[in-house]
């Protein structure tokens, strides 16, 4: 239960599997007879609310948000050269999801990087698109939170430096 101090009730984390999503209490309930405490995280998206165990956080991946600094080296891979990989697509689809469940900003920020693609660059296949949406999505969200703006802005925003690419 270390990880737990670093949380604060009212604050923004990202759950991995789930997203951005707020930290909104600490309820305590018995669970085959022990007693056990729960973070509840609303995560306004998928109007979901799900009730973590606080002696799990460090196993489940939940963290604080990105800072700005931190943010700026995400965006910064967007930046970036796309990866062209030759694997086949279901491996590179595994990978892609891998990444996305990761909670890792900076990975999500590669997934996008990677599938992005202009007028230019040829059409997306329909699994391609579902994956680049859910992590543009991710992405966007937690990047409207850190630099307090709407969604769509932050969304437009990373739209922007990839077509600056």
């Given at each position: 239960m270390a990880g737990a101090d670093k949380f604060k009730i009212g604050s923004w984390v990202v759950y991995p599997p789930h997203g951005v999503g707020k930290l909104e209490a600490v309820e305590e309930f018995?669970?085959?007879?022990?007693?056990?405490?729960?973070?509840?995280?609303?995560?306004?998206?998928?109007?979901?609310?799900?009730?973590?165990?606080?002696?799990?956080?460090?196993?489940?991946?939940?963290?604080?948000?990105?800072?700005?600094?931190?943010?700026?080296?995400?965006?910064?891979?967007?930046?970036?050269?796309?990866?062209?990989?030759?694997?086949?697509?279901s491996k590179r689809a595994q990978e892609y999801e891998l990444k996305i469940n990761s909670g890792d900003p900076c990975a999500l920020a590669e997934v996008i990087r990677d599938l992005y693609k202009d007028g230019s660059s040829g059409t997306q296949s329909f699994s391609e698109r579902q994956i680049y949406q859910l992590a543009i999505e991710r992405l966007a969200r937690?990047?409207?939170i850190v630099e307090k703006i709407a969604e769509d802005e932050a969304r437009k925003k990373l739209e922007n430096i990839l077509q600056a690419a």
């Amino acid at each position: 239960m270390a990880g737990a101090d670093k949380f604060k009730i009212g604050s923004w984390v990202v759950y991995p599997p789930h997203g951005v999503g707020k930290l909104e209490a600490v309820e305590e309930f018995e669970v085959a007879g022990e007693k056990a405490e729960f973070f509840v995280i609303s995560i306004p998206k998928s109007k979901l609310v799900l009730r973590l165990p606080v002696k799990k956080i460090d196993q489940s991946g939940l963290r604080r948000l990105t800072n700005k600094d931190d943010m700026k080296n995400v965006l910064d891979i967007l930046l970036q050269k796309a990866k062209k990989r030759k694997a086949m697509w279901s491996k590179r689809a595994q990978e892609y999801e891998l990444k996305i469940n990761s909670g890792d900003p900076c990975a999500l920020a590669e997934v996008i990087r990677d599938l992005y693609k202009d007028g230019s660059s040829g059409t997306q296949s329909f699994s391609e698109r579902q994956i680049y949406q859910l992590a543009i999505e991710r992405l966007a969200r937690e990047l409207s939170i850190v630099e307090k703006i709407a969604e769509d802005e932050a969304r437009k925003k990373l739209e922007n430096i990839l077509q600056a690419a």
